[in-house]
């Protein structure tokens, strides 16, 4: 039996520092989840093929996952300064959003999509690992926090452009307002970068003054030295192939769910923005409760069946009806694409057992990297005589795939089943 003593230092301005990341993660996905609306504008402004959108989707994230591992070592260098570089992260969100705003071309927005990357991957890395450090004894549940600030930021995101973008709704008198100043997708980006530097400042000051705990790592070679040590791991190898499936699976939906609802089904961008926010709602409640469940009992116990629930949900996409059935099908995903994410990540920090935890963390989202390719597949399914739901079947193949892998791992007892023992 193993039991985690936490210290009154390791206590002290923790509660804060969850309220600080979590309120700083919430912001990060309100820019996060608006774009691909955004982008879905963009692309019939320009005129791009279904294989181009799926070509910038994938470098957007393609950049991220490849430098989240730079920010996994900042992350161990500096654990002391994780204010600073999540102030970094969100400030770069605006600025390169604010770039985008003038894209004229599918070059220029390819060129910039590189950049728009850069900023959410600086985030993750030091704001998991600090809260990992933090909540030892309940970090399933700390990092499910976390996750549900994503959830609702993912959740407003949508709603905001949706709000702002919409000319052809006069009902409320919010959307009223909103249809007198509505906004070109161009113009909504542009603006964002106010708010983006406004919260940058407020999550640095918030964080200013909370103790932090440090990390053993001093120099690029431990940092290197712990990636070695990890990935020697069978478990952590196979939990990052399966982060890279799921990743592929999951960045496939999130591109082309708006582009099916608004292309196809003709559906205006309020619409869509609420069925993309009704995505994240159920995870809002979900998340935090699944965290717990994984703490308690184990991580596998409730990934497993999540993981193969999510697999067919994906598939029926394809097959269900526009109205009740589609509205339910988009809400029963949306309670697992982040609650998963978040268990995937706990699972590796038990897997590394304390060590190296921004390594860790830039080791499952740089493993998104390796999903990146999955919007340009189905980029290019979609634009045979397949037609768009083939991107549909395509994430459902492929999460359930991931599925079987995890199936497979022994993953580590929780705190919670080792003292239970």
Known sequence: ???????????KGRNQLAVTVTLGHAVKHVFNSALPILLTLMKG??????????????????????TTMVAGYLGERFANRSGLMLFISLSMMGISYFLLG?????????????????????????????????FPDRRGFAISLHGTGGSV????GPIVVGLLTTESVKMASIISVTYLVAFKWNEVLKISVFPALIFAVLVYVMMRNIPTADSDTTSIRD?????GLLLKERVMLGLIFVTAFRSMAQATIIAFLPVYLIQTLYKDELTTALYMAGAQATGIVAQP??????????????????????????LT???????????????????????????????????????????????????SFLGTVGPVIAGLL????????????????????????????????????QQAD
Request: glycine share 10%; with cysteine; proline share 4%.
């Open 317 to 367: 996409l394809s097959v269900a009806d526009d109205g009740v059935q589609l509205v339910l099908n988009v809400l029963a995903m949306g309670a697992f694409v982040y609650s998963l994410h978040t268990i995937f990540i706990a699972a590796a920090m038990d897997v590394a057992k304390g060590r190296a935890q921004s390594t860790v963390v830039s080791l499952i989202y740089g493993a």
């Open 45 to 66: 402004d320009l005129g791009l093929s279904n294989t181009q959108y799926g070509v910038i989707t994938s470098v957007g994230r393609g950049t991220s996952g490849a």
């Open 223 to 227: 940092y290197f030295g712990d990636v």
């Open 102 to 134: 003038f894209a004229p071309s599918f070059w220029w927005v390819l060129g910039v999509m590189l950049l728009v990357g850069i900023g959410p991957s600086l985030y993750h890395p030091p704001a998991i690992a600090s809260l990992s450090r933090k």
């Open 1 to 11: 039996m193993e039991s985690v003593e936490v210290s009154p230092e390791l206590r």
């Open 153 to 156: 930021g993912e959740m407003l």
């Open 382 to 417: 979609s634009d045979t005589d397949l037609g768009i739901k083939s991107c549909f079947v395509f994430s459902g193949i492929v999460a359930l795939v991931s599925t079987v892998i995890l199936a497979g791992l022994k993953l580590p007892k929780t705190i919670n089943q």
């Open 289 to 314: 409760i699944m965290g717990w469940l994984s703490d308690k009992y184990g991580r596998k116990i409730v990934l497993v069946p999540a993981m193969s629930l999510l697999g067919v949900l994906y």
